[in-house]
């Protein structure tokens, strides 16, 4: 099976744009979960979808949003960027009760 | 207070030496799973090892194992006979409310394991 994929590996913006993340679970896996990680703040979770049906949310301010398709592929969306938005963000998959499988993350930068 | 803590910053050790990566936890929840992740600086984080709340035996995964102190609210992991590969940022992470939907992975800070030859 083909792994977790998230499309593109690295994005420059700059502060006030928006950006689209998008990332594709592995084949059967309906939970799509998604986190940030930062050198200061560690790695710490947006939110998760299932089914298409956000189901989890971290502490994040409402410019973070997402969604998930009916082919459980999912995209997140960062609206105003911030310069402290510059970050890897990384999501994850998972079949019903099993581990989290994670991609390889796209690299943001916001100068 | 910190959901997991993992206290040391960076690791060194030799190749085919044992290393243990430490790790507490804390959480009030009886149901909840505890995960070691490694990210080497390619970024991407790949699974190690998994213990669940109720497990009465220690998980292994070849050259891993994980050393599971309940009372302590300890998870320790252990690799065996390092090897060069294993140079990497590794984290330790809990999911609380195993028999929820929707769960997170809360994660602690990792410890940067570097091995030498």
């Known amino acids: 099976k083909a792994g977790v994929t998230q499309t593109p590996r690295y994005l420059i913006k700059t502060r006030g744009q928006q950006v689209t993340l998008s990332c594709s679970p592995i084949s059967g896996h309906r939970s799509v979960s998604w986190y940030q990680q930062t050198p200061g703040q560690g790695l710490q979770f947006l939110f998760e979808y299932f089914s298409e049906t956000q189901r989890n949310k971290g502490n994040f301010p409402g410019r973070f949003s997402g969604r998930q398709f009916s082919n459980s592929r999912s995209e997140m969306n960062v609206s105003t960027l911030e310069l402290g938005d510059s970050a890897l963000y990384l999501c994850?998959?998972?079949?019903?009760?099993?581990?989290?499988?994670f991609g390889n993350g796209t690299r943001l930068t916001v100068t | 207070a910190q959901k997991i803590t993992q206290t040391q910053p960076g690791m060194f050790v030799q190749e085919k030496e044992a290393v243990t990566l430490d790790c507490t936890y804390d959480?009030?929840?009886?149901?909840?799973?505890l995960f070691w992740y490694k990210q080497p600086s390619s970024g991407e984080m790949i699974f190690l090892i998994y213990q669940g709340s109720y497990d009465q035996q220690n998980a292994t995964e070849g050259r891993y194992s994980l050393n599971f102190q309940k009372a302590r609210k300890s998870a320790n992991l252990v690799i065996s006979a390092s090897q060069l590969g294993d140079s990497a940022m590794y984290f330790c992470?809990?999911?609380?409310?195993?028999?929820?939907?929707?769960?997170?992975?809360?994660f602690g800070k990792g410890t940067t394991l570097s091995v030498s030859s």
């Open positions: 959480t009030s929840d009886p149901s909840y799973g």
């Open positions: 992470a809990m999911r609380e409310g195993l028999n929820q939907a929707g769960t997170a992975l809360i």
């Open positions: 994850a998959s998972r079949e019903s009760g099993g581990n989290l499988h």
